[in-house]
C-alpha cells in the first residue's frame, strides 16, 4: 500500500460512508463489456450502483474502501454476465452500434482489434452527424473540394509536365551529358557529333545515344501541318528501352556511328497515331511526307512516352541523318549548316546526350573518366574544345534542361504556392464548421470527460470526424483534376507550332491529394478538437450565460486571414486583368481591322527556289482576286509573332568603328505594299516600289526611332545605312511610324525593314479586307491548297490571331489569377457568413433582450453589421499590406501598370467590402426575426 | 382473448408479473422490489439486484414502467418505478392469463371433491 490509496481510503470514508463516485466506479469496472452510448451506460451505472449499495448494506456487508466494494462485486460477478447479456438484449439496436465510444476508456483500449473497431464506431458517428446537417455538410465539402481540387489539378498538370518519372528502363542508370562552356549564359549546352561519339566510346558508359528537336511538315494523304519532330540517333529507343507500341522502333545494329543506318523511315507518338491517324491498327507501313518527301512508318512510340525534353511532345521521331538530308533544321543549330558540318564539325554543337552507364558504375565515377575524354578533347582539338567541359547530370535531376530548370522550379512553387492560399482559405472554413460543431456538442464531451473518457479519446473522435470530410474532399478533388486534366489535354495552344500537353494523373496525383487533404483535415481538425475537448462540466454549465470567447477569437482569426488571402489573389487578378485589357489596347503602331494572313515555308516541304518565287507569285494572284481584297502583302514575318531578326548596323558616318561596338536592329524584309496593307504610317519619304524589290536594290525604310537614334535632329531620308562593312550600304528612303515589335511591353525599338526577296520561302502574306468579317484565315489555306494541297500551314488567321502569342502570358496569368481570386473571395464570403450566422444564434438571448427592452432594428442589424465589418476590415488592412510586398514579383509581366496600381487597389478592397456586407447583411436580418418571447425562454 | 403461453415465456413472464404487481401498488425503488419479492414469498423466491435490475431496465424500455429520480430528506437519492397506464393494462391481461394458469392447473392437479 502507498502513501495516496491510503490517503483516498480514509478521505472516503470520512467523508461519506458509501461515496457514490467510489461504487459507481466500481460498477463501472464490472460493466466494462457493455455496449451502448454514454449517456445509457451513465444511466445505468448510476442505477445499479443505488440499488447494489442498498443491497449490500441490507445485508451488513462492509463497503467502506474501494478494495471492498469491489471484492463484494467481484463475489456477485458470475451475476453480471448475465447482467451484461440481458441489458445488451434490451438496449436500442443503433445504440449498440455505436457503442464502442464509451465503452473504449477501459476496455478499448487495450487491443488494435479494440481500436479499429472503435475507430470504426467513431466513423459511423461520424457520418451520422454529417448527414444530420446536410446542407452545411454539402457546403463544407464544396468548399473542400474546390481547395483540394484546384490543388490536386495544379499538381497533376505539373507533376505530368515535370515529376513524372520517365517511362524508360532504369532511369538511375541514365545520364544527361552536356557540353559545358564556363561563364557562358547557357552553361550546360548541346554537345557536337563527333564529341559525343568520343564520350560514346569510353568505359564508363554501355551506351550514348543523342537526339535534337526540329520543326517539320508532317504531310498525310491531303492534309499537312508543321509538327514537333525529334531526330534520333539509331539506338535512341534501345539504349532508353522504350519498346514498341505497334511496330518496331529504330535499331542500332552494329553501326559504330548511328546516324542513320535506318533509311527513310520514321516512328510517330501514340498522340500522333490516335488524332492524326484515328488509331487505325494498319498504320505500320503507312507512307506520309515529312518536308515532302515520303517515309515509313515503321513504329509508334508507347503513350507514356514523350521524349526526353518535358513538355515538349515530338509527334514523330525521325533517324539524324534522314532527317538532315531532307533539310530539317535542328532548332539548337543557328544559321544554315551543311549535314557534313553538322555531323563532323566539333564547333557545331546541336546535340542533346544521354548515356546509360555501364554496370556497377556511380555516377561520379563515369563522370570522372568523362572529364579524361574533354580533357583529352581539349589537347587534342584545341581550336573548338579549348573552353569546353562535359558534365553529366543524372537523368532525373533535369527538368527540361539545366539552364531553364530553375526558373521552371520558380514558378512552378509559386503556382502552387498561390493555389495552396485557396487551400488554406478553404480549411478555415473547414476549421470553423469543425469547431462550431464540436462545441454545439459540449455537454455530451462534458459528460464522456466526466465519465472517465480520455482526452486523446474525444480528440480521435472530432479528428475522424475531420479525416472522413478530407476523404471525400479527396475524392472529389481528385475528380476535379482528372476534369482539369481531361480539359487540358485537349487544350492546343496554336503558336507557330500547336503546342499540346498530355496531363494524365498517376498515383503520385493521388497521394498528392491524399496528403495534402490528410494535412488539412489533422492541421484544420486538430485546433477545434483540442478546443472542444478542453471543455469541463463546469464551464459547459456557464457556458449558457456567457458566450465561448476563445472560440470566437480563433474563428474570427480564421475569418480576417480568409478575407487577407483573399484580397491578395484579388489584386493580382485585378492586375493581371487590367494588364490584358492595356495589352489588347497597346498601340501597336499597325491598323490592323480587316487584316488577315497566312504563315508559309514552303521551302521546308522540298519546294526548290523558282518553285517559292511561282508559287507566292500564284498565291499574291490568287488572293487579290478574292472578294473584298484592296491589297495583298508579304513580310518575312510580322511583328509581334514571337520571330525576332537582329542585325548590327550603324549610319554610315560610323562605319569606321569597331563592328562589335555596333548596335543591334531588328531587322525584317518586306514588299512594297506592307506599309499600307498593315497601316503603318508612312512619316518621310516612301515604301519600296515594285522596280527596288525586282533588282533587289540597296535601299531600306526605317522606323522614327531608327531615324532619331542615327541621325537625331536631321533628316533621315537619303542618308546611307551601313550593316556590314564588306557590303554596299542601304540609302533610306523612308521613315514610318513607331510600333512594337518584339513584345507589347517593350520600349521604343529601333526597326529597319530591307526590301523582301522573290526567293523568300519562309513568309507571312498578308491582305487587307473591305469588311474585317472577311479576314479570316479560312480563305488563305483554301487559297494556299488550291494551290498545293499538301503544303503544311504554320498559321493562319487576322493579325490578331497570328500575334496573339504576345498577350498569350498576361491572359494565362490573368485566368490563373483571376479563377483564383473569385474561388478566395467566394469561400471567404461563405466563411464570414458562417461566422456571422453563429454568432447570431449564440446571442438570440441578448438580441432578444435588447429588442424586448426596445432597441430600433437598425441597431440591432449595426450591432451584427459592426462585428462583420470590422473582421473584414482587419482583413482587408492585413491583405493589402501583404499585397503591396509581394505584386512587385509580378511586374515583369503587367502591361502599362504598376504592380501597386492604386486603383486596382481601390477596387479590390470596395469589392471585397460589397461581397462582405452581403454576407454580413443576411445573418442581421436573421437576428431581426429573433422573437423576445423566444429568446427569453430560451435555455 | 389471452393467448397460452410459451414455457420460456411464463418463467420470464412470471418474474415480470411479480415486479408489475409489486410497482402497481405505489411507486418503489429497485432494493425494495427485490426485498419485498422475498418477503412475500417467505423466501421461496429470491432476487438479487443484480438478476433483478436488467428485468426492471426492459419493462422501463418496454414503457411499463416508469422510474425517477427521487431524494426525500435525510434519505439518498434513488430511483423509484411506478406503473404506467399501458403497463396497467398488461398488468391486468397478465394476472388474467395467470388465473387462466393456475385454475387449468388446479383442475388437473387438485383432488375432485367428491
Keep these: 500500500m502507498n502513501d495516496d490509496s491510503r490517503t483516498f481510503t480514509q478521505d472516503a470514508s470520512s467523508q461519506a460512508p458509501h461515496d457514490v463516485a467510489l461504487w459507481r466506479g466500481a460498477v463501472r469496472k464490472e460493466l466494462a463489456a457493455l455496449p451502448g452510448p454514454a449517456q445509457e451506460r451513465s444511466r445505468i451505472e448510476d442505477e445499479l450502483a443505488q440499488m447494489l449499495r442498498d443491497e449490500a448494506e441490507a445485508g451488513g456487508i462492509e463497503c467502506q474502501s474501494p478494495t471492498a466494494v469491489e471484492s463484494w462485486l467481484a463475489s456477485q460477478r458470475h451475476r453480471f454476465e ?44 461520424a457520418l451520422r452527424a454529417l448527414l444530420k446537417r446536410p446542407a452545411l455538410t454539402a457546403v463544407i465539402l464544396a468548399t473542400l473540394v474546390l481547395g483540394i481540387g484546384l490543388n490536386s489539378a495544379v499538381f497533376s498538370i505539373l507533376n505530368s509536365v515535370l515529376f513524372k518519372p520517365m517511362a524508360v528502363v532504369q532511369p538511375e542508370q541514365l545520364m544527361r551529358i552536356y557540353s559545358v562552356v564556363p561563364n557562358d549564359f547557357v552553361l550546360e549546352g548541346p554537345s557536337a557529333a563527333p564529341d559525343l561519339m568520343d564520350l560514346r566510346s569510353s568505359e564508363a558508359v554501355a551506351d550514348l545515344a543523342a537526339h535534337a528537336l526540329t520543326f517539320s511538315a508532317l504531310s498525310i494523304d491531303e492534309s499537312a501541318e508543321i509538327v514537333v519532330a525529334e531526330m534520333v540517333t539509331d539506338n535512341f529507343f534501345e539504349l532508353l528501352g522504350v519498346p514498341p507500341l505497334r511496330g518496331r522502333l529504330f535499331a542500332s545494329g552494329d553501326q559504330t556511328v548511328p546516324y542513320g543506318s535506318e533509311g527513310d523511315t520514321l516512328v510517330i507518338s501514340a498522340a500522333a497515331w490516335g488524332r492524326l491517324f484515328d488509331s487505325d491498327p494498319d498504320v505500320v507501313g503507312r507512307v506520309v511526307r515529312l518536308n515532302g518527301h515520303p517515309l515509313e512508318i515503321v513504329g509508334v512510340v508507347p503513350a507514356d512516352f514523350r521524349g526526353l525534353l518535358r513538355g515538349l511532345e515530338p509527334a514523330v521521331w525521325v533517324p539524324v541523318s534522314t532527317a538532315l538530308r531532307i533539310g530539317a533544321t535542328p532548332s539548337t543549330n543557328s544559321g ?9 564539325d566539333r564547333g557545331r554543337r546541336w546535340l542533346w546526350g544521354v548515356a546509360r552507364l555501364a554496370d556497377g558504375l556511380s555516377a561520379d565515377q563515369a563522370g570522372a573518366e568523362m572529364e579524361n575524354i574533354a580533357a583529352a578533347l581539349k589537347a587534342e582539338f584545341p581550336d573548338t574544345n579549348d573552353d569546353r567541359d562535359v558534365s553529366i547530370i543524372p537523368l532525373s535531376n533535369v527538368k527540361v534542361m539545366p539552364a531553364f530548370d530553375s526558373s521552371i522550379d520558380t514558378v512552378s512553387a509559386v503556382l502552387l504556392g498561390l493555389v495552396f492560399l485557396v487551400l488554406l482559405i478553404a480549411s478555415a472554413n473547414l476549421a470553423n464548421l469543425l469547431l462550431a460543431r464540436a462545441l454545439a456538442r459540449r455537454g455530451e464531451m462534458a459528460t464522456r470527460l466526466s465519465l472517465g473518457a480520455s482526452r486523446s479519446r474525444i480528440v480521435r473522435q472530432l479528428l475522424v470526424e475531420s479525416l472522413l470530410l478530407a476523404a471525400l474532399g479527396a475524392a472529389g478533388g ?57 471543455t469541463d462540466l463546469a464551464s459547459v ?9 476563445r472560440r470566437m477569437r480563433f474563428q474570427s482569426t480564421m475569418v480576417a486571414l480568409q478575407v487577407a488571402f483573399s484580397v ?21 503602331g499597325m491598323q490592323t481591322a480587316g487584316v488577315a494572313g497566312i504563315m508559309l515555308a514552303p521551302e521546308s516541304q522540298g519546294y526548290e527556289e523558282t518553285e517559292v518565287v511561282g508559287f507566292y507569285e500564284e498565291l499574291h494572284r490568287r488572293i487579290e482576286a478574292s472578294p473584298g481584297v484592296q491589297r495583298v502583302s508579304s513580310a518575312s514575318h510580322l511583328p509581334l509573332s514571337l520571330f525576332i531578326n537582329t542585325n548590327p548596323a550603324v549610319p554610315s558616318r560610323r562605319a569606321g568603328e569597331d563592328q562589335d561596338t555596333w548596335p543591334q536592329v531588328d531587322t525584317g524584309s518586306v514588299d512594297d505594299a506592307y506599309f499600307d496593307v498593315l497601316g503603318i504610317p508612312m512619316l518621310r519619304g516612301r515604301a519600296f516600289t515594285q522596280g527596288e524589290l525586282d533588282q533587289e536594290a540597296r535601299v531600306v525604310v526605317i522606323n522614327q526611332t531608327l531615324a532619331e537614334k542615327f541621325w537625331p535632329g536631321e533628316e533621315a531620308v537619303g542618308e546611307l545605312l551601313v550593316t556590314n562593312p564588306e557590303s554596299d550600304p542601304y540609302r533610306v528612303v523612308g521613315v514610318v511610324g513607331n510600333g512594337k515589335y518584339r513584345t507589347l511591353g517593350e520600349e521604343a525599338r529601333s526597326f529597319a525593314y530591307f526590301p523582301l526577296r522573290a526567293n523568300t520561302s519562309m513568309r507571312t502574306v498578308v491582305a487587307r479586307f473591305d469588311r474585317p468579317q472577311q479576314a479570316t484565315g479560312r480563305l488563305f489555306e483554301d487559297l494556299a491548297h488550291g494551290i498545293d494541297p499538301h503544303l503544311a500551314i504554320a498559321n493562319s488567321g487576322s493579325v490578331e490571331e497570328l500575334t496573339s502569342s ?32 453563429y454568432s447570431v444564434s449564440q446571442r438570440t438571448h441578448e438580441i432578444g433582450l435588447r429588442i424586448a427592452m426596445g432597441a430600433s432594428r437598425g441597431r440591432v442589424m449595426a450591432l451584427v453589421a459592426r462585428r462583420g465589418l470590422t473582421l473584414v476590415g482587419f482583413g482587408v488592412a492585413l491583405g493589402t499590406a501583404v499585397a503591396v510586398g509581394v505584386t512587385r514579383f509580378l511586374s515583369a509581366m503587367l502591361y502599362g501598370i504598376s504592380a501597386t496600381d492604386g486603383l486596382t487597389f481601390v477596387l479590390v478592397v470596395v469589392v471585397l467590402l460589397a461581397v462582405a456586407l452581403i454576407a454580413t447583411l443576411v445573418p442581421a436580418r436573421a437576428a431581426l426575426r429573433v422573437s423576445p418571447t423566444e429568446a427569453l425562454r430560451y435555455e | ?41 417467505g423466501g421461496s423466491l429470491v432476487f438479487q439486484v443484480a438478476s433483478l435490475y436488467p428485468l426492471l ?48 392447473v388446479e383442475r388437473i392437479t387438485e383432488p375432485e371433491l367428491a
Excluded: C
Excluded at chain 1, 544554315?336 to 563532323?344: I, K
Excluded at chain 1, 489584386?571 to 489596347?585: D, E, K, M, P
Excluded at chain 2, 425503488?29 to 427485490?34: D, F, L, N, R, V
Design chain 2, 57 to 104: 431496465y426492459r419493462l422501463e424500455k418496454k414503457g411499463l414502467i416508469s422510474g425517477r429520480w427521487v431524494e426525500k430528506a435525510g434519505e439518498r437519492r434513488r430511483r423509484f418505478y411506478r406503473l404506467t397506464a399501458k403497463g396497467k393494462r398488461f398488468l391486468g391481461e397478465e394476472r388474467q392469463r395467470w388465473r387462466e394458469f393456475v385454475e387449468a
Design chain 1, 478 to 534: 481528385l475528380m476535379v483534376a482528372y476534369l482539369a486534366s481531361w480539359l487540358m489535354s485537349r487544350v492546343r495552344i496554336d503558336m507557330v507550332v500547336p503546342l499540346q500537353v498530355s496531363v494524365s494523373p498517376d498515383l503520385r496525383v493521388v497521394v498528392f491529394t491524399v496528403l495534402i487533404a490528410t494535412l488539412t483535415a489533422v492541421l484544420f481538425g486538430l485546433v477545434p478538437a483540442i478546443e472542444a475537448s478542453r
Design chain 1, 541 to 549: 454549465m456557464k457556458e449558457s450565460a456567457g458566450r465561448g470567447g
Design chain 1, 568 to 588: 491578395v489573389l484579388l489584386i493580382f487578378a485585378g492586375l493581371a486583368l487590367r494588364s490584358v485589357v492595356n495589352a489588347t489596347n497597346i498601340n501597336t
Design chain 2, 1 to 41: 382473448m389471452t393467448k397460452p403461453y410459451t414455457d420460456r415465456e411464463r418463467k420470464k413472464g412470471t418474474a415480470d408479473l411479480l415486479v408489475l404487481a409489486l410497482v402497481g401498488e405505489r411507486q418503489r425503488h429497485g432494493y425494495e422490489i427485490a426485498k419485498l419479492i422475498e418477503q412475500r414469498s
Design chain 1, 82 to 125: 448475465t447482467l451484461v447479456a440481458e441489458l445488451v438484449n434490451s438496449l436500442p439496436q443503433d445504440e449498440v452500434e455505436a457503442s464502442a465510444l464509451a465503452s473504449a476508456p477501459t476496455a478499448g483500449m487495450g487491443t488494435g482489434f479494440a481500436i479499429l473497431s472503435g475507430i470504426q464506431a467513431d466513423l459511423k458517428v
Design chain 1, 806 to 837: 504576345s498577350v498569350l502570358i498576361p491572359k494565362i496569368a490573368a485566368a490563373v489569377f483571376g479563377v483564383l481570386g473569385l474561388v478566395g473571395l467566394l469561400l471567404s464570403a461563405i466563411g464570414l457568413f458562417g461566422v456571422l450566422a
Design chain 1, 336 to 344: 544554315t549548316a551543311t549535314m557534313e558540318s553538322l555531323l563532323e
